[in-house]
């Protein structure tokens, strides 16, 4: 699926094609603290069709205890992150923060992964929260 996104600031804007099976919410704590959250929540990037069409992205190279790095693409002005895949050449995951995609209210999320660094009170997001109350 086609979408398009961008950060905080408007410096970054992209396209890409993401496929809507992958949404995923990460509880690992590298995701807490990257995101200044409770969890990340990304898509995959089909293919690796990401297209930055303004602006410049900053990057934080992250090495895994099993070695393997991934770079983590963020906006140099605001801070909002874009999207972690693996270094230039490699192939794996590339997840594209979906709190940037401007279609994000149609991705439901598929699977929920790391729930064994999960946050103990997440478990009440589970439940059907009445938003008409706030
Ligand atoms: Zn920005
Ligand atoms: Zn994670």
């Known amino acids: ?4 996104g961008g950060c905080l600031c408007g410096n970054i804007k992209y ?15 590298d995701c807490q603290v990257n995101s200044g959250s409770a969890f990340g929540y990304v898509i995959g990037v089909r293919n690796n ?6 602006g410049k992205l900053s990057f934080f190279i992250k090495t895994a205890e099993s070695g393997s790095k991934r770079e983590l693409g963020f906006c140099g002005i605001c801070g909002t992150r874009i999207y972690a ?12 923060r979906l709190g940037t995609v401007s279609q994000r209210n149609q991705f439901t999320p598929k699977r929920q992964i790391w729930k064994r660094s999960a946050l103990n009170w997440t478990s ?8 008409d109350k706030q």
């Not at 699926?1 to 398009?4: D, G, K, L, R, S």
């Not at 069709?49 to 303004?54: G, R, S, T, Y």
């Not at 009440?124 to 938003?131: A, I, M, P, Q, R």
């Open 85 to 96: 895949r693996p270094v230039m050449n490699e192939t794996g995951f590339f997840g594209l």
């Open 1 to 4: 699926m086609e979408i398009n």
């Open 124 to 131: 009440v997001l589970e439940t059907n929260l009445d938003l």
């Open 49 to 54: 069709n990401f297209n930055l069409e303004k």
């Open 15 to 29: 396209v890409a094609d993401v496929d809507p099976d992958t949404a995923t919410i990460c509880h690992c704590e």
